[in-house]
């Protein structure tokens, strides 16, 4: 289903930290857009799909630009593409979708930003998500085992660990990393994740019933610990469970808990 919010550390740290950029007036946003240091780390003052721009300073125009570089970044995680288990046989992953649109939809572009409208992901590709910025940029093949035994225990086979790509540098990957972990420290529902040294980004993910009226959103979050020197990285969606974290957070605290006491 939609990711929601989840798919800020793709493309931009500023909004991993959730701030709502002073849009009162034209002026307000332009300065913000340009003057934002979130923006400058990252190189993306264009990827600016919060909310649909005014259309000045040629904003509008560089929306669909960047909107480009946008689909390629999400596919260099994944999205789009037929991903398999290593060391599965004919084991394939449900495709995640990031989609492309036309220059003129713009309203679909700015929802696609915040991980509404056609864009779908697996809790899979959310993991390798969380994974690829725990692991400095780097994106991992998904495998299920280490090792196969036989019934006394000795090894038959081992599952090596594959490198799929580079998605972005360690900088960056920092950069979001730090955001991820802010967005836990400074909310007081994260207690327990914060005790775990853990980082996480929020999802909601909002989708109609049958009816054609507006559900109750998909709760999401996805997650890695310790943010310092990760070991374990989840992505939960509990499909009508509300805002936000509100049922996925504690779902990933268990999780990771469980984990890392191993």
């Known amino acids: 289903g939609q990711c929601g919010s989840t798919r800020f550390p793709l493309l931009d740290p500023s909004l991993a930290t959730g701030i709502t950029p002073p849009c009162a007036t034209t002026e307000e946003y332009l300065n913000f857009v340009k003057g934002y240091t979130g923006w400058k780390s990252l190189k993306a003052k264009n990827w600016w799909v919060y909310q649909t721009p005014p259309d000045e300073d040629g904003i509008l125009a560089d929306l669909n630009t960047a909107y ?39 309203g679909m572009i700015a929802q696609s930003g915040i991980g509404q409208g056609s864009v779908l992901a697996t809790p899979m590709q959310m993991a390798m998500v969380a994974s690829t910025i725990a692991n400095d940029g780097i994106l991992m093949q998904p495998k299920l085992v280490n090792k196969v035994t036989d019934m006394k225990g000795n090894i038959v086979s081992t599952v090596d660990s594959k490198k799929l790509a580079t998605v972005m540098n360690e900088e960056d990957a920092s950069t979001i990393k730090d955001y991820m972990v802010n967005m836990v420290n400074s909310s007081s529902s994260l207690y327990e994740l914060q005790q775990l040294n853990a980082a996480g980004k929020t999802g909601t993910a909002d989708h109609l019933d049958k009816n054609g009226n507006l559900a109750t959103p998909h709760s999401w979050f996805i997650s890695f610990a310790p943010a310092n020197n990760p070991k374990v990285a989840v992505a939960v969606i509990v499909e009508n469970g509300g ?12 999780v990771i808990r469980s984990a890392l006491s191993e």
């Open 68 to 106: 480009q570089s946008a689909v390629k970044t999400a596919e260099k995680f994944g999205f789009n593409k037929q991903l398999e288990i290593n060391g599965c046989q004919n084991s394939q992953i449900a495709i995640s979708k990031f989609p492309e649109l036309k220059d003129y939809e713009v």
């Open 243 to 254: 805002y936000g974290a509100q049922s996925a957070a504690p779902i990933a605290t268990t």
